[in-house]
């Protein structure tokens, strides 16, 4: 394999906490080396700066539910089209882009790894079909368990092995990644017509709650000892006051304390936390929770969170909570998808105008900032747009703009028709943070990586690690003129190498590179009972054999990175 | 003001995307120059100079440039594409989306148009001597906002779903038009002389249609709300009066439910 040395960049590895100083970074077989031979290609990364390439923690990237959004809004690829190009094939959409547009958007920007945040399990061959039509990017999906009627009926007994044995199951035969929490019970309780606004609202028929399910999801998750922790997006999203159902389920990690050999020290994963961050009582005093959210997050450090920020763009919605969805229709009376996937969850899609003409949207859009600068330690807080929900992933130069420059937050203000309103309900306008480089590094790289317990494979420079660097062109030693050269800065990296292969130069696709789907294996006693239970509700139920259930072979996972946990 | 005339002289083999057709494209070009602007056959990229003769330099802007298209461009789409200002003239019968999202100037198509003219609209006029396609003045595939300002006359008849999405603007038919007339219209007004087929106003939240002739099937979802004397065009007459699509959702404005207008000639 070629060797690379990428000569006199500025470099930003909170790994080895290294902070802007002039390094050379050494590539060798697919891994940061020590050092190279002189045979080894240069880069010149003088004036520019270095990073390891970005770990997204949660997206909407892959399978039936993005997939139904391309087919029902064709006009989301109106005018977004780009032609072949070199090595890139054609590709479209703007807030749902397709697979190929989607792998080289995010390699352009300095992406290596990303994270399909809700995988129907039913569904699974589909996601790992377009993980697989997704180039350069490293992927893994994160199979849903919050509604699933197995886990409600091993919790309802308060069986965390079996709960435990079951999602070790699930993981293999989806090739999944981590346990991921929808709206707990609500989901499922939409099926009937309801939902869980909190985590007390009984689901019918399983007679359980959102905080059984979530206190049982954290125990199995932790009995496993899996990278990742227990993902969850709570009851109650998007509603005014929906800050306290927040804490509510916060509170339920009290006292669980991370059981793994992969580094990672929380057990519980709080994403989009903008969307859960809302107080008031109506839309119209809807107003800014973030200080009371981020102030328990801060104090409690066996939790991570992903920020969810506003754009402020034409989106599409799209989410495993079905019953969000329609009351989002409701609201904003434009066109609705449902899917319903039997026995597992469900999920809809809306689309959506974040526009900077109206309070809500401002203040969401506030709220999405505030997090980020209210946390304390950058590496528990990660930025994310909930691609597409709250704006499309190709906005992240711009939400780091914002989050870099307090001038580019005063301008943006100053741009809103409610500018008071922004003001009052929010305390956006009374922040002066700037998150530094160092800090974007812990919030885009290192954090993410050590949350999904990825940290000794990427999201750092040390030597053994994956060779997945970016270099961008923004030169830290020079003050910024214009915020506006962030957010160019960081659309098109100068370079940017996934595992060893160079796959972006000079902001163009030069390689479709080596992309891997990551997966955990989990070894578990063997458990009759749950094989058994699996077995008959095969039969009794699912309108598919188990033999057709599993994802494997080269057709879906043509490039398998298997994480082995030994639960036995 | 400056006309530029082009003249089909190769005719494509397959359906030619001439987007670049329009006076904001043209303005400020010599003939040359025009001749070297971009379309496609097919997926082929190609130029103007290809197909058509140029004679003509355009005006220094799009409202000081007047296109004449001569020749058959029944396989050329796209023309008038984002238009904002000048003149286009299509001397004879058009393919699709003529007008599409056009916001101002002027076309007038002596020909028929194909499907899909004037998707979008936002403003201008576009004018029809021939006969109009399907999803005239229509919003795009999947999208809710459709022509939103501007007017459209078509002398001849109309295809269907015309006015789909309807925002805001005028179109008249002359003659007849066919099914689905104004669907999800949420504004704007539709005339048609002649006679509709069936499904006027499905899903219709605001909005008029007023109709001369006679309507095939009525929609269920329309009430009868009194007679009502109307000039239209200058033609006085009664008019039945339907309000609809009661099946739909409605706005209240001033504590009032404002309902889709139907209007039929009595």
Redesign the interface.
């Known amino acids: 394999m070629s060797e690379y040395i990428i000569k006199n960049g500025h470099v930003f590895d909170p790994v080895q906490g290294i902070k802007g100083d002039k390094k050379d970074i050494a590539i060798k077989d697919g891994k940061i080396a020590d050092k190279v031979s002189s045979a080894a290609k240069v880069i010149d990364a003088a004036g520019k700066t270095v990073m390891a390439g970005a770990v997204e923690i949660h997206a909407h990237i892959a399978g039936p539910k993005v997939n139904l959004g391309r087919i029902?809004?064709?006009?989301?690829k109106?005018f977004s089209c780009t032609p072949t190009k070199g090595m890139e094939r054609m590709g479209g959409g703007a807030s749902i882009p397709t697979t190929f547009k989607t792998g080289y958007e995010y390699a352009k920007m300095g992406y290596t790894t990303a994270m399909e945040a809700a995988m129907p399990p039913l569904f699974s061959r589909h996601v790992h079909e377009e993980i697989r039509d997704t180039p350069i990017i490293d992927e893994a999906a994160f199979p849903v368990f919050g509604n699933n009627w197995f886990v409600l009926e091993y919790l309802k007994n308060q069986e965390i092995e079996n709960t435990a044995a079951y999602c070790a199951w699930l993981l293999k035969a989806t090739k999944g990644y981590a346990i991921k929490v929808v709206n707990p019970g609500g989901t499922e309780a939409w099926g009937w017509g309801l939902n869980c606004l909190t985590v007390n609202d009984p689901v019918p028929y399983f007679d359980i709650t959102p905080a059984e399910i979530i206190r049982g999801l954290i125990e199995a998750n932790e009995y496993l000892g899996l990278p990742h922790s227990m993902h969850i997006h709570p009851n109650n999203l998007g509603n005014p006051g929906c800050y306290e159902t927040t804490l509510d389920t916060l509170k339920l990690a009290e006292g669980y304390k991370a059981k793994n050999k992969f580094g990672r020290e929380q057990v519980l994963h709080l994403t989009h936390t903008q969307f859960h961050s809302y107080g008031g009582t109506n839309w119209g005093d809807f107003e800014s929770k973030a200080k009371e959210v981020t102030d328990y997050v801060n104090a409690n450090k066996n939790i991570t969170i992903d920020t969810g920020n506003v754009t402020l763009d034409e989106t599409t919605t799209m989410t495993a909570d079905g019953p969000f969805e329609h009351h989002l229709t409701g609201l904003n009376?434009?066109?609705w998808a449902n899917v319903d996937v039997e026995l597992e969850t469900a999920a809809g899609v809306v689309p959506y105008i974040y526009s900077p003409n109206i309070s809500v949207c401002a203040i969401q859009w506030a709220i999405g900032l505030e997090i980020p600068l209210l946390m304390k330690d950058p590496m528990r807080c990660y930025i994310t747009t909930d691609h597409p929900n709250a704006g499309p992933f190709t906005r992240y130069p711009r939400v780091i703009k914002w989050l870099m420059s307090a001038k580019a937050r005063e301008t943006q203000i100053n741009a809103f028709k409610h500018k008071d309103k922004v003001l009052s309900q929010t305390a956006i306008g009374t922040m002066d943070r700037e998150i530094s480089l160092y800090e974007l590094a812990q919030m885009t790289r290192a954090g993410p990586a050590k949350s999904l317990g990825l940290s000794g494979m990427c999201g750092g420079l040390a030597p053994g690690m994956d060779a997945d660097v970016a270099v961008y062109n923004f030169n830290p030693e020079k003050p910024v003129a214009n915020p506006d050269d962030i957010e160019k800065a960081f659309s098109r990296c100068a370079a940017v190498f996934k595992s060893g292969v160079q796959v972006v130069s000079n902001g163009d696709i030069v390689s479709n590179g080596n992309k891997r789907t990551l997966w955990v294996n989990v070894k578990v006693k063997d458990n009759p009972q749950v094989t058994r239970d699996i077995k008959e509700k095969f039969i009794k139920y699912y309108s598919m054999t188990q033999n057709n259930y599993e994802a494997l072979g080269h057709h879906f996972i043509p490039n398998p990175y298997a994480l082995e946990v030994d639960a036995t | 003001m400056e006309t530029v005339t082009i003249t089909l002289k190769n005719a494509p083999a397959l359906y030619l995307e001439a987007d670049t057709i329009s006076p904001d494209a043209f303005a400020g070009k010599t003939a040359a120059k025009i001749a070297e602007l971009p379309v496609f056959e097919g997926n082929v990229p190609s130029t103007l100079g290809k197909y058509f003769e140029v004679s003509g330099d355009a005006g220094a802007t799009a409202a000081d440039t007047k296109i004449i298209v001569k020749g058959d461009v029944k396989k050329v789409k796209y023309i008038g594409f984002k238009m904002t200002a000048g003149e286009l003239v299509i001397e004879k019968t058009a393919d699709q989306y003529v007008g599409a999202w056009m916001k101002g100037g002027k076309i007038l198509a002596r020909g028929d148009v194909g499907a899909f003219a004037a998707t979008a609209m936002k403003g201008g006029e576009l004018v029809v001597e021939g006969n109009a396609g399907n999803y005239l003045g229509a919003a795009y595939r999947g999208d809710w906002r459709g022509m939103s300002g501007g007017k459209i006359l078509v002398k001849g008849n109309a295809g269907s779903d015309i006015g789909m999405y309807m925002l805001g603007g005028e179109i008249v038919v002359n003659g007849n038009a066919d099914v689905h007339v104004m669907t999800h219209a949420e504004g704007g007004k539709t005339i048609i002389k002649g006679n509709a087929a069936s499904k006027l106003g499905g899903q219709m939240v605001d909005g008029t249609i007023i109709i001369f002739g006679s309507i095939e099937v009525m929609m269920p979802g329309f009430k009868p709300n009194g007679e009502v004397e109307l000039e239209v065009d200058g033609t006085k007459a009664k008019f039945a009066h339907f309000i609809g699509d009661m099946g739909e959702r409605h706005k209240k404005k001033k504590g009032v439910v404002v309902y889709g207008n139907l209007y039929k000639k009595i």
């Open positions: 029902y809004r064709p006009e989301d109106l009376h434009l066109k």
